[in-house]
């Protein structure tokens, strides 16, 4: 099964879109992700549809930051973008009378509950200004 990595990418993309100097365009983002111009837009509409990033027609046109990175954060940008569920896993529930699926389907969505819980508390707690800090960071130690 192919991970989707539409959060890793639009995370990439804003660090890069937090740097650039003026706007950033379909074209040049695609480029930068090694994909098509309509994928990108089609995954900034999200993000334009939140608020945190906006675009401009027209010659010198472009994605821009539109939102202050310390109030977003790893979730934000994954809703935004339609991320999948956290987990694919899923209960059988073809035989409900089971006792074996019940108890089955009860540890199973327990654990799947908690470890999304935790999942979203984490992502939550990260916002894109601290991604921006990290970044930072690693340059200037390899300066």
């Keep these: 099964m192919r991970n989707d990595?539409?959060?890793s990418r639009m995370l990439?993309?804003?660090l890069h879109m937090a740097r650039h100097d003026g706007p950033m365009t379909s074209e040049a983002i695609a480029a930068m992700l090694g994909t098509n111009p309509v994928v990108v837009r089609?995954?900034?509409?999200?993000l334009r549809d939140a608020g945190y990033v906006r675009s401009d027609k027209g010659h010198g046109g472009g994605w821009i930051i539109a939102c202050d990175l310390e109030r977003v954060s790893?979730?934000?940008v994954h809703r935004a973008v339609g991320?999948?569920?956290i987990f694919a896993i899923g209960n059988e529930h073809s035989n409900p009378d089971c006792a074996v699926e019940?108890?089955?389907n009860e540890a199973v969505g327990n654990a799947l509950r908690d470890a999304e819980a935790l999942l979203v508390e984490?992502?939550?707690a990260v916002s894109l200004a601290e991604l921006g800090r990290g970044f930072e960071?690693?340059?200037a130690a390899s300066s």
Aim: with cysteine; hydrophobic share 40%.
């Design 137 to 139: 960071a690693r340059c």
């Design 12 to 14: 990439h993309v804003l």
């Design 122 to 124: 984490r992502l939550g």
């Design 102 to 104: 019940q108890v089955v």
């Design 5 to 7: 990595s539409r959060l």
């Design 83 to 85: 991320g999948p569920r």
């Design 74 to 76: 790893l979730l934000d």
């Design 42 to 46: 089609r995954t900034m509409a999200g």
